[in-house]
């Protein structure tokens, strides 16, 4: 019989359900017939994501914060997995306030995971962060290999990976912390102080206005688009416990490390495409995209402005890893990502 690589018939909690990624999981996880409860307090999440949400009798909507336990214990209820999104993003948004970031991002995540061990959650799957790499210039990057943090934020993600390991040595609950890198697609908001540059870019290029680069343009990222992260998110979720032991086994061989298998699973894996891009060509190849539809972007001239604090010059990541153990395979690279998300967002800015 083949393997299922989707969630189904299940209960998940998505916290952050209302947020750019969270979001997109609840609709993808209502499709495929789930129960669906979200946890979001809105502080950066929106009612209008989960339109299509509200309208499904399997989705559950709790308002609350992962600051408060009782509401975590709430929202767990019943749950077979939880999709952990809940967080405050941003590197510039810690650095302006690493006081809020820290509570939620290291306060909330321990009361989600303790409540979600005390409610008997089979797997903890939460989102953590490239950012954790720091400064390490090693590239491309590989999950054991971290170097020291460059911003609160990137501090408040690697604690949180502490966590999940200790809590699963301690307590038993199976972890996986998936490190996105940058992200983009459908619903990813473009305004605000702490816009990621994708759909900053994109909304600036419609509106005629110039986008900004921090730096000269040759600093990269591996940009990700969303369905190869909700690929990732239900392969870590549902990738059985022996099958995910015997192959972490050959990969710990692999790289010259051993692996005890009667250690409960706590592992994180990089979730990207595997290829980088500076932003010098991301915003030609935007251009390139959005001026089939209205010609005039292509003449728009790009600025230049100096580096940004706490922004490491380059990033890639190995996807091996979550290719060799949970069967990751994205499906998206940078040039159909863009091309998805420009048409999402031709459709729905105003
Ligand atoms: P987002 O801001 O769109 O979503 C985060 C959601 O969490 C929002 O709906 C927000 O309202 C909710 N939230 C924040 N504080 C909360 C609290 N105290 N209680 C309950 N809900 C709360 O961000 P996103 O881009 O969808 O990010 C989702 C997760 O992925 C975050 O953990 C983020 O750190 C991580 N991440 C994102 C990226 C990326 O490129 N977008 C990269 C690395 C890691």
Redesign the pocket.
């Known amino acids: 019989m083949k393997e299922s690589r989707i969630i189904e018939n299940k209960k998940v909690l998505v916290?952050?359900?209302?947020?750019?990624?969270?979001?997109n999981l609840v609709d993808v996880l209502l499709k495929q017939g789930n129960e669906v409860v979200c946890?979001?307090?809105?502080?950066?999440?929106?009612r209008k994501?989960l339109q299509l949400a509200l309208q499904n009798e399997k989705f559950k909507l709790i308002e609350?914060?992962?600051?408060n336990f009782e509401d975590c214990t709430v929202a767990v209820q019943g749950c077979d997995y939880v999709l952990?999104?809940?967080?405050?993003?941003s590197v510039p948004r810690s650095i302006t306030d690493p006081m809020t970031t820290t509570d939620?991002?290291i306060g909330?995540f321990v009361k989600m995971l303790f409540a979600s061990k005390e409610a008997g959650v089979k797997r903890f799957v939460?989102?953590?962060?490239?950012?954790t790499y720091g400064d390490h210039k090693a590239l491309p990057k590989v999950e054991h290999i971290i170097g020291n943090a460059l911003s609160p934020?990137a501090i408040t993600?690697y604690v949180d990976e502490l966590f999940a390991k200790n809590f699963s040595d301690i307590y038993g609950i199976e972890t996986v912390g998936l490190?996105?890198?940058?992200?983009?697609g459908r619903r990813?908001?473009p305004n605000g102080a702490y816009a990621?540059v994708i759909p900053k870019f994109v909304s600036q290029l419609m509106a005629h206005n110039s986008p900004l680069i921090n730096g000269d343009g040759s600093y990269s990222r591996d940009f990700?688009y969303i369905d190869n992260v909700i690929q990732a998110n239900q392969l870590a979720a549902i990738t059985p416990t022996i099958d995910f032991k015997d192959k972490l086994k050959h990969y710990s061989e692999g790289i010259g490390k051993s692996y005890d298998q009667e250690i409960t699973i706590s592992e994180v894996f990089n979730v990207a495409y595997g290829e980088r891009t500076t932003l010098k060509e991301l915003v030609e190849i935007l251009q390139m995209t959005l001026s089939k539809f209205d010609s005039q972007i292509n003449d728009i001239k790009i600025s230049y402005g100096p580096n940004r604090g706490g922004d490491i010059p380059h990033s890639l990541a190995s996807i091996e890893k979550a290719n060799k153990i949970l069967g990751y395979d994205p499906k998206y690279d940078i040039k159909t990502g863009l091309l998805e998300a420009t048409n999402w967002y031709r459709e729905n800015l105003v």
């Open positions: 916290t952050g359900g209302a947020g750019f990624i969270g979001s946890l979001d307090n809105f502080a950066t999440g929106k994501n609350g914060d992962i600051r952990h999104q809940a967080a405050l993003g939620v991002n909330g939460y989102a953590a962060s490239s950012s934020y993600k490190r996105y890198f940058n992200v983009f990813q908001d990621a990700t």
